[in-house]
């Protein structure tokens, strides 16, 4: 029985660590460059990467990140819930600008992306300032 009960600290103690590491991962810069970056890349950066940056958006680079677009920031680390880039991909009112414009993210990506901005949305830092 005492083996048991021991087993079973054991396993709780495994899980609330696990679950710590799963919040520290997403506040890596490995964690955007495997997870968030490859969705970013297929359906945001033909308009807000390189030469692109429509509504004065640039999302390849730390430095654009952190400029936001033309309505100022996109991105309020720590809170998805206030951040406009978050709030376009749910779709949600405001701000009128759901993206992908003509689509919607799997619940899936746009969970990684929330969980990202909830981490601190952390991004490797440019290798050449303002470039891609
Ligand atoms: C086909 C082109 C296109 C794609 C793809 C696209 N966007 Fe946009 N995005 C735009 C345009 C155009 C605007 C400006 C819209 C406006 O102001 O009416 C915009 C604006 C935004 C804004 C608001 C900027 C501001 O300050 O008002 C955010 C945030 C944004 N996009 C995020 C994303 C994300 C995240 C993705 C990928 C999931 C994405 N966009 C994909 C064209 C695109």
């Not at 054991?10 to 609330?16: E, N």
């Not at 730390?62 to 991909?89: E, I």
């Amino acid at each position: 029985m005492r083996i048991v009960w021991a087993g079973l600290a054991l396993l709780g103690i495994s899980l609330i660590s696990g679950g710590l590491k799963a919040q520290d991962e997403a506040a890596k810069p490995q964690f955007y460059i495997q997870r968030v970056k490859p969705i970013f890349e297929n359906n945001c950066f033909r308009c807000h990467g390189g030469m692109n940056h429509r509504g004065a958006l640039s999302m390849a680079t730390k430095a654009g990140m952190a400029k936001g677009g033309k309505d100022g920031a996109v991105v309020v680390p720590g809170d998805p819930g206030r951040s406009l880039l978050v709030r376009s991909l749910r779709h949600e009112q405001p701000p009128e600008k759901p993206m992908p414009p003509k689509s919607k993210l799997s619940d899936q990506d746009i969970a990684t992306i929330e969980r990202w901005v909830k981490a601190g949305a952390i991004m490797p830092d440019d290798t050449i300032p303002g470039r891609r």
